[in-house]
């Protein structure tokens, strides 16, 4: 990592944890971060039933909160969708955007996941944008391929300073809840990747400050490796941030 990088732990809660449940967790990754001050950036994302709650337990920490997803739009007859407007008020200062299951599951297109950066960018939100390739498009040997278009429409309606305050993750749609991690390498070809892309793109100042992470089966056994890696800036973490114990070695891990 160069020192124009910070290192950046964040928390993908998914559906899980009532608003009880969620004030339990943050309540104990702040109290176990508070005693051990890092210096690395952390964020936390509940579900948006939890965000006010969590909001309030994080409020005065340097821990900061993100949503899951959000719409472009800053109102209107969207029932179901959430704003970047909605989310600021809350307290969000992240949101993350293109996660795979959202592209697979619910049909997120790259252009959507573009103008959702655009709107969140705007509204002073750090999109978190998540990339990646499934199974067998890695297969086919289409992993550049796939990911290049994706990072191409989320940046494409960025000007370079915006994009400079985008984060970019890289998940394997393959290894996301599998439990097969990519292996270092194969994280770092890909992340190396979308640094070049991005430098093309936007500027080599910005894909030198971009701050690039993995996610898809991170574990407190495989964070050292994957951030022993030049163009790893820090993780998205799923199933293993859901207790405060696994999460904590994950953001604690010893480079």
């Known amino acids: 990592m160069t020192s124009m990088r910070r290192y950046l732990m964040a928390g993908n809660w998914k559906m899980h944890k009532t608003v009880a449940e969620a004030v339990d967790l943050a309540k104990a990754v702040r109290a176990s971060l508070e005693s051990r001050p890092l210096q690395l950036d952390v964020v936390l994302c509940p579900p948006f039933t939890a965000l006010q709650a969590v909001a309030q337990v994080l409020k005065g920490s340097r ?7 959000m ?6 007859a969207f029932t179901g969708e959430v704003s970047p407007v909605m989310l600021r008020e809350v307290g969000c200062s992240f949101v993350i955007l293109g996660h795979s299951e959202r592209r697979q599951m619910f049909g997120e297109s790259d252009d959507g996941v573009g103008n959702k950066a655009r709107a969140a960018v705007a509204h002073d939100l750090t999109p978190l944008i998540c990339v990646g390739e499934t199974l067998s498009e890695r297969e086919s040997g289409r992993t550049l391929e796939i ?13 370079a300073e915006q994009a400079t305050r ?13 439990g097969h991690a990519a292996t270092p390498e194969q994280a770092e070809e890909v992340q190396a990747f979308i640094r070049k892309l991005v430098a093309i793109s936007h500027g080599k100042s910005v894909g030198d400050a971009l701050r690039v992470l993995y996610g898809g089966s991170v574990r407190a056994d495989n964070i050292g490796a994957l951030m022993a890696q030049g163009d790893i800036d820090g993780a998205l973490v799923g199933g293993a ?5 696994s999460f904590l070695k994950i953001v604690r891990y010893e480079g």
Request: proline content about 2%; some cysteine; hydrophobic content about 45%.
């Open 63 to 69: 821990i900061a909160l993100g949503a899951q997803n």
């Open 71 to 76: 719409y472009w739009e800053n109102e209107g």
């Open 147 to 159: 990911v290049e278009r994706q990072v191409e429409a989320a940046l494409r309606h960025l000007g």
């Open 166 to 178: 985008t984060v970019i993750s890289y998940e394997p749609v393959w290894a996301i809840g599998t």
């Open 241 to 245: 941030c859901l207790e405060a114990d």
